[in-house]
Every structure is written in structure tokens, then in C-alpha cells.
């Protein structure tokens, strides 16, 4: 059985829903976006909001990736930085929870927070306090954590720290790793588009993106950016929310629909896709039956609260 490891942000979330939109209006938030703020900023947004309704959970893009994959049933390990604080060992407990091998780097700083703000139409706003998690470095990458791994699943929010990124890479490498690549976010594909454009066709061999991402990168649409970046790697997968996915390999194209049901929170759920869809790539299915696995997985996720997996 195939071994995954994830490197990314070790982050606490918090799932905070919305009666209207007023409280967006007032700390100007862009509606579905993502804006990082300071600890005192947070802390006040803490305060202000009801939260008698939230949901905590352990989150990060690769985080819950892995905790996905671990949930299937394949072994894997998580690289993150965390506090040595309470936010910190739930961190911990969380990941030992899910059978996923905690590989935590520890930082003075204290554990990065999310507060995801789920409106009526059950789209998320997040409020990101990076803490220890933005602290990961290259030098906390160690040969020895990826011996042993098969597959390397790495997160966009990674890319920006071009250290850490290409030592990752790297070791992956050195150690026969494939990898996977999720792009994360369009503003970060937009300031690092060269340093991607170099990296992906000697690194990668999966990539995801959404329509934004392939659009940052590309300048084009699905369709032709699907074909573009297909020729850099063996495989490009382009989520499309409840529209589901498509994917191709070479010449091969293939799609799969979104399971209707009944959307509460959509936080996680583009990482809960790339969890099917690597589970079932990594155990040799095709194309077709990883897209399917990769929406069954993401519809599960979209009925609850948070990233927590029963």
C-alpha cells in the first residue's frame, strides 16, 4: 500500500455561521476570499463574532488532505509547524486521532488560527492568523521524514516561501517520491507563475487547480488551459465545485459530475476531493473512477460543519 506525506500549514479552524452578511461589511471582507490578518486583529474577531454555533477543527490545505487520505485507509505523515501551546497539542491529538503521523516542527509562535465565516448560501470567508504555521522553513525538512513515503502531497500556500518549496521538491526527489501539487489560491499562482513554470514540468506529477487558478496561470480557459498544463505534468485535474471535476492524462480527458446534495459549509472541500482522487490514483484506478471517488469525498465534507471526518 502506498505511503502519502503532506507538508503545509498546521492550522485550528474555526467555523463560525452567519446569520447575514453584515459582519463581512463591516471588517470589509471580500465575500469567499481569504485575507491574512494579526493575532490582535483575530483576537478581536473572536470577540465580536457569535460564535455560540461554531465548529472547531484541525485544518490546512494539506492537512486536511492527508487526514482524508488516513481516513481511506492508506498510511500517511503530516510536516507543520505548531505552538507549544494548548491550540498546538490539540493539533497533535487531532492528527494521532486520524491515524496520521504527526512529523510537528514546534515554534515560540503561537498556533496559526482560522475563522471561517459560512454565510447563508453556505460560501466560507476566511480570516487567516498564520503564527507558527507561517514560520516552516527549509531547514525543518529532514531526509529521514520522507524515507519510507511513496507520494508527496504538497499544498499552494507552500510555494510562496521558494526555500521550503524547492526543498521539499528536492527531497522528494532524492528520495523517489512523486508529487502532487495543489495550486491553492490564483493571487499565489499570479506572483509565482515563473518560479511554477519552471518547477512543475521537472517536479510535479499531479497538479490541481480550480477555473481561477488554471486562468492565473495560463491566461486562458478550461479547456485549453487543461491542455496546457498537460503537457507539463502527467496529470492535471481542474475542480469545478458542484459542477464537479475534470482531468487529463496525455490525450486522455475525463470528467465526472458533482454529487447533488445538500451543500451546509464548503470549507475543505476542494482538499477532501484531492484526498479521493489521490486515494484512488495511488491505488492504479482511472482517471474516471478517481474524479468520482475525489466528488464523493468532497460531498461528504460540504453536509457539515468543518473538516472533521467521521
Known amino acids: 500500500m502506498p505511503r502519502v506525506l503532506g507538508i503545509g500549514n498546521a492550522l485550528m479552524d474555526t467555523i463560525v455561521p452567519l446569520a447575514d452578511e453584515r459582519l463581512l461589511s463591516e471588517w470589509k471582507l471580500v465575500k469567499g476570499g481569504m485575507q491574512v490578518v494579526s493575532l490582535d486583529i483575530l483576537e478581536d474577531m473572536h470577540r465580536l463574532a457569535d460564535t455560540a454555533g461554531m465548529t472547531r477543527s484541525v485544518g490546512g490545505s494539506a492537512c486536511n488532505a492527508i487526514r482524508g487520505i488516513a481516513h481511506l485507509g492508506l498510511q500517511t505523515g503530516f510536516i507543520g509547524k505548531v505552538g507549544r501551546d494548548e491550540t498546538g497539542e490539540r493539533v497533535l491529538t487531532e492528527l494521532q486521532h486520524s491515524k496520521v503521523q504527526p512529523l510537528l516542527r514546534y515554534s515560540r ?171 484512488s490514483h495511488l491505488m492504479e484506478q482511472s482517471l474516471e473512477e478517481s474524479l468520482a471517488h475525489g466528488n464523493q469525498m468532497a460531498s461528504e465534507i460540504i453536509q457539515v460543519y468543518g473538516t472533521g471526518i467521521s
Do not use: W
Request: glycine residues 8%; aromatic residues 8%.
Open 109 to 279: 509562535a503561537r498556533t496559526g488560527e482560522v475563522l471561517a465565516f459560512v454565510t447563508q448560501d453556505s460560501e466560507r470567508t476566511l480570516v487567516t492568523f498564520l503564527g507558527a504555521s507561517g514560520t516552516l522553513n527549509a531547514s525543518d525538512l529532514r531526509e529521514e521524514d520522507f524515507v519510507g513515503y511513496d507520494h508527496l502531497h504538497l499544498e499552494g500556500y507552500t510555494v510562496p516561501n521558494h526555500d521550503l518549496f524547492l526543498r521539499a521538491l528536492d527531497l522528494a526527489e532524492r528520495c523517489h517520491l512523486t508529487v502532487s501539487l495543489d495550486l491553492s489560491n490564483d493571487d499565489i499562482v499570479d506572483m509565482n507563475r515563473e518560479l511554477l513554470g519552471r518547477v512543475i514540468p521537472q517536479y510535479i506529477d499531479i497538479l490541481f487547480a480550480n477555473e481561477l487558478e488554471i486562468r492565473a496561470f495560463t491566461g486562458r480557459d478550461i479547456d485549453i488551459g487543461l491542455r496546457e498544463l498537460s503537457q507539463l505534468c502527467e496529470v492535471v485535474v481542474v475542480k469545478l465545485g458542484a459542477r464537479g471535476a475534470v482531468a487529463r492524462r496525455g490525450t486522455h480527458e475525463a470528467c465526472s459530475n458533482g454529487v447533488p446534495v445538500c451543500c451546509v459549509d464548503s470549507t475543505g472541500s476542494g482538499d477532501m476531493f484531492a484526498a479521493g482522487f489521490l486515494y
